[in-house]
């Protein structure tokens, strides 16, 4: 869930950076897709329509989340990688489909280090493990 949502960082830290050369200053001057690899519902979707509805109120622009969810993110991936680089598709994905999947899947239509360049991390959650009250005693009875 960390690194899921680490891309979607990436994409606030690009947007409110200051624009470098005169004509991004108009950045956005129209819709931005952001394309999210993961179902509706999930740690990313959500962190996506949060920092969509931001950017959109800041910029006064639409920012539009489109799930693409499949393959294990490479689905949604793939949609940013064949898109036009002007910076009006951006994903949000969780780690695999730039990570992992490179070695899991035999092919990918997309190559993850030359097709993306990461903007900003957006959520940090550490790893934890949760369980039922009644089961805290047994456990820290047995640990002592």
Do not use: C
Request: net charge positive; charged share 20%; no cysteine.
């Amino acid at each position: 869930m960390r690194r899921r949502a680490g891309l979607l960082a990436l994409m606030v830290a690009f947007a409110l950076a200051p624009p470098a050369r005169a004509e991004e200053a108009s950045y956005p001057s129209r819709p931005v897709k952001i394309i999210v690899s993961a179902p509706p519902g999930g740690g990313v979707d959500i962190v996506a329509r949060v920092i969509a509805d931001r950017l959109a109120k800041l910029w006064g622009q639409p920012f539009v989340v489109e799930n693409r969810p499949g393959a294990g993110g490479n689905l949604g991936s793939e949609a940013v990688a064949v898109a036009e680089p002007d910076g009006y598709t951006l994903l949000a994905a969780q780690p695999a489909p730039l990570t992992t999947n490179v070695v899991l899947y035999k092919k990918l239509n997309f190559d993850p280090q030359k097709d993306f360049i990461p903007i900003t991390k957006l959520v940090r959650q550490p790893p934890m493990i949760a369980v039922h009250p009644s089961l805290e005693r047994r456990v820290a009875a047995r640990t002592g």
